[in-house]
T-cell receptor
Framework: DARVTQTPRHKVTEMGQEVTMRCQPI?????VFWYRQTMMQGLELLAY????????DSGMPKDRFSAEMPDATLATLKIQPSEPRDSAVYFC??????????FGPGTRLLVL | KQEVTQIPAALSVPEGENLVLNCSFT??????LQWFRQDPGKGLTSLLL?????REQTSGRLNASLDKSSGRSTLYIAASQPGDSATYLC????????????????FGKGTKLTVNP
């Protein structure tokens, strides 16, 4: 049963620290998404990639967030420096172009 | 800018009841609409996907309808069960000329459903 995996599942850190979240997409999927979910804003798209190339990162605060795909089996989302307002659940999803995405279990981030 | 609204935000029903969840969107130029289920502490699971040319989709006890012109979709759950308790999210993808759909999903904030035994 193919699944999107995300690590870590939970992260507590202090303001100003760097946070790195990792995602392993489903093998063969060529599109990878990063979403953020908060109570106030709901689910928001931060960035997505097609064949490892970034297609859209307009939803991401550029000054502190960065997203990359070093290879087809790994996507990373980094926050540096982290702030309390970054506390949220970060979801990675993967899929094939224009097909519905498969979501990972999320990384629950708390920045103190 | 596309906006998706789901009403009600929360719903509590007794087991066995048929129920309807509502979703509305502001821009009717959509490629497709999807309904997802989210269990506490878990990711999202896709339930139904309706292409913009379709009127409805069915899967088991679930039926989703789409009225693109009025910007509305409903998710009908028949004979609800306690295991249906979850948050249900609606999401739409836009239409981009000429390639067709966009993978970018705009989500509503969800309806939290509780089915009481």
């Amino acid at each position: 049963d193919a699944r999107v995996t995300q690590t870590p599942r939970h992260k507590v850190t202090e303001m100003g620290q760097e946070v790195t979240m990792r995602c392993q997409p489903i093998l063969g999927h060529n599109t990878v998404f990063w979403y953020r979910q908060t109570m106030m804003q709901g689910l928001e798209l931060l960035a997505y990639f097609r064949n490892r190339a970034p297609l859209d990162d307009s939803g991401m605060p550029k000054d502190r967030f960065s997203a990359e795909m070093p290879d087809a089996t790994l996507a990373t989302l980094k926050i540096q420096p982290s702030e309390p307002r970054d506390s949220a659940v970060y979801f990675c999803a993967s899929g094939l172009a224009l097909a519905y995405p498969y979501f990972g279990p999320g990384t629950r981030l708390l920045v103190l | 800018k596309q906006e998706v609204t789901q009403i009600p935000a929360a719903l509590s029903v007794p087991e066995g009841e048929n129920l309807v969840l509502n979703c509305s969107f502001t821009d009717s130029a959509i490629y497709n609409l999807q309904w997802f289920r989210q269990d506490p502490g878990k990711g999202l699971t896709s339930l139904l996907l309706i292409q913009s040319s379709q009127r409805e989709q069915t899967s088991g006890r679930l039926n989703a309808s789409l009225d693109k012109s009025s910007g509305r979709s409903t998710l009908y759950i028949a004979a609800s069960q306690p295991g249906d308790s979850a948050t249900y999210l609606c999401a739409v993808s836009g239409f981009i000329f000429p390639q067709g759909g966009s993978e970018k999903l705009v989500f509503g904030k969800g309806t939290k459903l509780t089915v009481n035994p």
